[in-house]
Every structure is written in structure tokens, then in C-alpha cells.
């Protein structure tokens, strides 16, 4: 092919090859390599090394294995090693040598979730073992973000030093692990940024001593979790899937509710208050610096009690609040609302309605939408569905 029509080459004078192939997988990364002379050693320089299960469901664990070893072993640099994949046996002896192996190219981002398969299918299933880590993730000292799905996390050494590096740490989809070592794990992390803990039941008692810390996400976690945090910078805490007023309770265990400024609410399971004296919106009170709040599923059921008198809010620094409203959530919801209009200087109000919401929650919404400007109101109807979630502001945000 001639030098002046061979495009493909040319791509290579600009980020623009790696952003092509950063988006496929690794097994078409190196097919690329036949496509053009100066591409044939360009999967060697991918800055981004990527494995996903899709890619191997027919291969045995010791040809999967093996081409993982040697795309570690012959890479130049590596910025991020992204592992997603399902074995019939996972072993910790091979991921920790794919550990040590990314530790050795300076790696600073990975993210794993390995999971078990069906030897016959080759599909993933779902399967309470869990992966052991082990010591090697120690030796990663330019990391700078590490998320884990189904793996165990390993006890810190007693000789091993700290994450200097370490900004986001996603922890998610364990059953086993204990408070002490996953509050041992961050506090190793002196600088954490970013911290997501989701499914891990184990957790009964934590504490969270993070001094940088300004994004937290907890999620479906054990309905007897007690929570305990000094995070002095924190801004933005975003609760998912945490029912029977487990969300409230989490909020109450924030020492340092005056820097919050962002709250995100999220809750499918039906419970109601029992030995409230006051109702939980209440909690709210304690975040004087509170600027944005999205609130979804049941958690309006939660905030107010028909038992219970109504108390009066001060949120002085509220300007938006994004309600996300189902066919399950009853006239609480409206009265909700009207609460934080009335008591804040609420300048957008997002309703995300459901098609399937009752006639006479619709009427209320619009009696409430009336009684404040339009400018304070905006109602958006949509179904369930994809257009829905690109248009609603919690699903875009938090998506995983």
C-alpha cells in the first residue's frame, strides 16, 4: 500500500488509533496488527489492557490464563488493566501473578471481577466463592484507582507502608469481609478521594476514618450495619438500594454533616417507621450546607409519617432537588415536596414521573406546581425504559 494512502498508518501520528482501539477488545486489538505495517507492535504500546468474559467463553481456564500472562508479560506500559471475566476455577496463584505483572509495568487503575462459569455453557453464574487477592496488589505503588467485584480482600501487611497514590476505591459484591479489614484497607489510603462499598454483607460495625474522602456510595448492605465516619471534606453521599430506613440510619452516622452539600437517595423496599418520634426528613436538618438532593423509589414513605406531626425544615442553601416518583409512592410524596419548597430556596424542581402513576397523584403535583412558580416546578413523564434513563438525572449520574 502506498505511504500516501495508507491511513490507517497515519493514525498513528495521533491519540486517535488508541482511542479506536481502547473500545474493542483485546483479541481484535491484535488482529489490528495485520492491517497495517507500523500497527503490527501497536497492541504491545496500548496504555489500556482490557479482558472481558465475552471474549473467552470457549476457551479452557489454561488458554484463558495463558494469553492473559502473556499480554502482561509483553506490554511496554500500562496505564489501566481492566479484568472482567469467568473461570470454571479461579485461582488466586494466576491473579496474583497478573498483579505482579501489572505492578511491574506501573499500573494505575484496575479493576477486577472474576467470577465463576458454567463449564458447559461457558455463561457466567452466580456463586457465593470469592477470589482471594492476596499480598501482590500491595506492590502497586502507583496506583491510583482499584475497584473489586467478587474478591476477597486481603489483610494489609504488617511492614507494608501506604496507597500514596490511591483517589477511588470501588468495593463491591462481597459476603465475607469483615470491618476490621476493610477499615484497615482504607486507612492505608491517606489520600482516597472516591469510595464506593455495594453488596457486602459482612459489614456490621464500620468506621470510616478517610481525612480527603468527598464522594461516598453505600449500597445494599446488611440491614444491621451501623456506620461511624469522620470525613471532614466530604461533599456528596449517595445511598442506593438501602430500605427499611437503613438510608437514614447511614445519614445519621456522618460526623461531618456540615460539608455535605449533594445527597442522593435511592430505595425499593417497602418498610414502615417503627418507634419514631420524630419523622425521619428530620435527618436533613443536620446538613446546613445541603445544595442539590435526588431523591428515589421509597424513600418518601420513609421521610414522612402520617402518624407523626410534621416538623418545620431548614435547608438555606437548597436549589434543586430531582424527584424521581413510581405508582407505588402514596400522597407522602406531594407533601414531601411542598416541605422543601416551603422551607428552602429550592430554585429547580425535577418530577420524574411514571406513566403508571394514579390520576389523583398527577392532580396533586400539578396543584403543587401551581402554587409555586413554574420556574420551581417542572414535571417530565416518561415510562420506564431507555429513554427514561438517559433523561433522568439519577440513572445518567450513578450508572454502573
Known sequence: MDSETDRLSALLDNSLSSRILSKISYRDVVRCSLL???????????????????DFEKQKDDEICTI??????????LH??????ALDDPKTADLNNWIRLAAEKQVR?????????????????????????????????????LTLQYINLPKVPTDFGIFE???????????????????????????????????????KNLYIDAPT??????GNLSPEISLQMDCPLLTEVNLMDCGKYQGIRLLQGISSKESVTVISLQNYSRGKAVNLELPSITVL??????????IHGQCFQEMISDEIPVPEL??????????????????????????????????????????????????????????????????ATRGWSMEWKEHCPLCSRYRH
Not at 497495517?36 to 465475552?54: C, H, N, Y
Not at 487477592?133 to 491510583?144: A, I, K, Q, R
Request: aromatic share 10%; proline share 4%; charged share 25%.
Open 36 to 54: 497495517s505495517k507500523r500497527w503490527r507492535f501497536l497492541w504491545k504500546e496500548m496504555p489500556i489492557l482490557v479482558f472481558r468474559w465475552q
Open 68 to 77: 492473559i500472562c502473556n499480554a502482561l508479560f509483553h506490554h511496554d506500559v
Open 80 to 85: 489501566s488493566f481492566l479484568l472482567k471475566i
Open 109 to 145: 487503575s484496575i479493576e477486577l471481577n472474576i467470577s465463576y462459569r458454567d463449564p458447559k455453557t461457558g455463561k457466567r453464574i452466580d456463586n457465593s466463592s470469592m477470589v482471594d487477592l492476596g499480598d501482590s496488589v500491595f506492590s502497586c505503588e502507583n496506583l491510583t484507582s
Open 165 to 203: 497514590f490511591l483517589k477511588t476505591f470501588n468495593f463491591i459484591k462481597n459476603l465475607s469481609v469483615d470491618d476490621t479489614t476493610l477499615e484497615e484497607f482504607i486507612g492505608v489510603c491517606p489520600n482516597l478521594e472516591n469510595l464506593e462499598i455495594r453488596s457486602c454483607m459482612g459489614l
Open 213 to 218: 474522602l468527598m464522594y461516598l456510595s453505600l
Open 285 to 294: 436538618n443536620g446538613f446546613p450546607e445541603l445544595e442539590e438532593l435526588i
Open 314 to 379: 431548614t435547608l438555606p442553601k437548597l436549589e434543586m432537588v430531582d424527584a424521581h416518583i413510581g405508582p407505588d409512592n402514596g400522597v407522602q410524596t406531594v407533601t414531601f415536596l411542598g416541605l422543601l419548597l416551603r422551607s428552602s430556596p429550592v430554585n429547580v424542581t425535577r418530577v420524574f414521573l411514571w406513566e403508571r402513576c394514579p390520576t389523583i397523584m398527577r392532580k396533586k403535583l400539578q396543584n403543587l406546581k401551581k402554587e409555586f412558580s413554574k420556574s420551581r416546578v417542572s414535571i
